[in-house]
């Protein structure tokens, strides 16, 4: 069919009612909340754009298969129907479920790293960055200087600097245990990584020994984008391009809460027995037996039927549209994105937005709470709330501070989005008026969750 319109490819069977709130409502909710979106209620939501991970719909064949799940500790068929899946489109040998991403992190990492370690990736995500640091390593963030400048376009602003990779290899060779690579770059704006570059990594790991693996919470995004902008790849298909990425890869992390379409679940698959042997005696201590490893037999039956329905071509360019339909209009109203939208979510840059407010005052909480106070939509900041905070206790700025609308997938409408878009244009209109903010509580990892604000007057 030759129609420009991309509509939702699907229709809906089941529906789960909004609640209106009213301003005044939303500030009281917001103050009981200490100013953090993350401690409100969600029924006082409108929108929520907070995550895109677990927030999805599940399809009628997900819940289908839900009624098929094996309940057994151990050797569930559920299990096999979800190895079979993943390896088919991994490749990868050893497949070991874990609750969800975090999980497969923190095995990963306590299994292999001893303190004063490096760990390079483009751009480590949060969760990604404490699981390392806990154990005395660094997470070193190496994304191309393109993908640290939001209003600069590029096709692929996920690459990992392979320059600087190499540097890093030839220097400390033997503080590196592993090279990661997050397709798509979730902390620097949802962008893609390119085959090419995926590519490159392999050789470089190759040529000093080292091991790869991919962080592939939205693996088929990116092979989306490749199919879309990497020259020699629009006639395969999303899987095809999928695999390959997989295949260069010796491992990876994986949450299936993002592109396994699941509302929970995850798993760490790799090629090295002695690792496997050692990250699965880990899981029986901390996610449960290596066939369920902290899910449900339903849970298991849910992600493999996922794993096939994300990289239908369909779906894919819905997804990739729908984002860039709400980054479009951002843009022509005026207001500062990371440029060009990403696949799950745009990223306003609450800086470049409210100039007037320090970085240290926080511009990104200061922009979520204004959307949630007017408009009931709930984001989330990623800037330096979430990255300023050292290991030592000291605080500094983040590379950016930026503000993300997450979209779930295949849960909100276009006239969703439609009011999203009018309600950020409105926000943004309020300018000076809106103020910067200082914590009054906070943890000492991953602050953002459950820090305390208030407003700077
Ligand atoms: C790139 C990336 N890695 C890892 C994770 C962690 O996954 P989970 O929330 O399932 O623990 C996330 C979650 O948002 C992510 O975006």
Redesign the pocket.
Same mark, same amino acid.
């Given at each position: 069919m030759s129609f420009r319109t991309i509509i939702e490819p699907f229709r809906i069977k089941s529906v789960d009612a909004l609640k209106f709130t009213r301003r005044d409502e939303r500030e009281a909710a917001l103050d009981a909340a200490g100013r953090n979106v993350f401690l409100l209620h969600a029924d006082d939501v409108l929108v929520d754009l907070l995550?895109? @991970?677990?927030t999805g719909a599940m399809s009628a064949a997900q819940w289908g298969a839900l009624m098929q799940g094996d309940e057994s500790y151990a050797g569930s068929r559920s299990f096999y129907r979800f190895r079979d899946a993943v390896q088919a489109l991994t490749g990868f040998t050893h497949i070991i479920p874990t609750?969800?991403?975090?999980?497969?992190?923190r095995i990963l990492f306590h299994t292999i790293l001893a303190p004063g370690q490096i760990v390079p990736n483009n751009?480590?995500?949060?969760?990604?960055r404490a699981n390392i640091e806990v154990e005395g390593a660094e997470a070193l963030d190496l994304v191309i200087p393109e993908g640290r400048i939001p209003a600069t376009p590029h096709p692929f602003k996920g690459n990992i600097d392979l320059p600087a990779l190499e540097r890093l290899l030839e220097s400390h060779r033997d503080r590196v245990p592993l090279v990661m690579v997050?397709?798509?770059?979730? @902390?620097g704006g949802g962008q893609p990584v390119s085959l090419e570059n995926l590519r490159a990594v392999r050789a470089l790991c190759n040529r000093y020994q080292k091991p790869f693996f991919l962080?592939a919470?939205?693996f088929a995004e990116n092979a989306y984008f490749i199919k879309l902008r990497e020259p020699g790849q629009a006639n395969r298909t999303p899987r095809e391009i999928a695999q390959e990425m997989f295949s260069l890869a010796d491992g990876c992390?994986?949450?299936?809460?993002?592109d396994g379409l699941a509302n929970?679940?995850?798993f760490l698959a790799m090629n090295d027995d002695a690792w496997a042997e050692r990250a699965r005696n880990l899981l029986i201590l901390t996610e449960g037996f290596p066939t369920y490893g902290g899910l449900a037999g339903y849970d298991l039956e849910a992600i493999a039927r996922g794993l096939e329905e994300v990289v239908e071509e369909p779906y894919l360019r819905y997804r990739i549209r729908s984002t860039a339909y709400l980054g479009e209009k951002l843009t022509a109203g005026g207001v500062p994105i990371i440029q060009p939208p990403g696949g799950?979510a745009i990223y306003i840059d609450a800086r470049a937005l409210l100039p007037h407010i320090p970085p240290l005052e926080y511009p990104g909480i200061a922009l979520v709470n204004a959307l949630y106070v007017e408009a009931g939509i709930r984001a989330a900041e990623i800037g330096t709330v979430m990255f300023g905070r050292h290991p030592d206790g000291t605080e500094s700025p983040a590379a950016m501070d930026l503000v993300r609308l997450a979209i779930p997938r295949r849960v909100y409408t276009q006239s969703h989005i439609d009011y999203v878009a009018e309600a950020v244009l409105h926000v943004a209109s309020l300018g000076r008026s809106l103020r910067g903010y200082r914590i009054t509580a906070s943890a000492a990892v991953l602050r953002h969750f459950t820090a305390q604000f208030e407003r700077v007057l």
């Open positions: 995550t895109d @991970s677990g609750h969800q991403g975090r999980a497969a992190e751009n480590h995500f949060d969760t990604t997050t397709v798509t770059n979730n @902390s962080d919470c939205r992390t994986m949450s299936a809460k993002k929970i679940g995850g799950h």
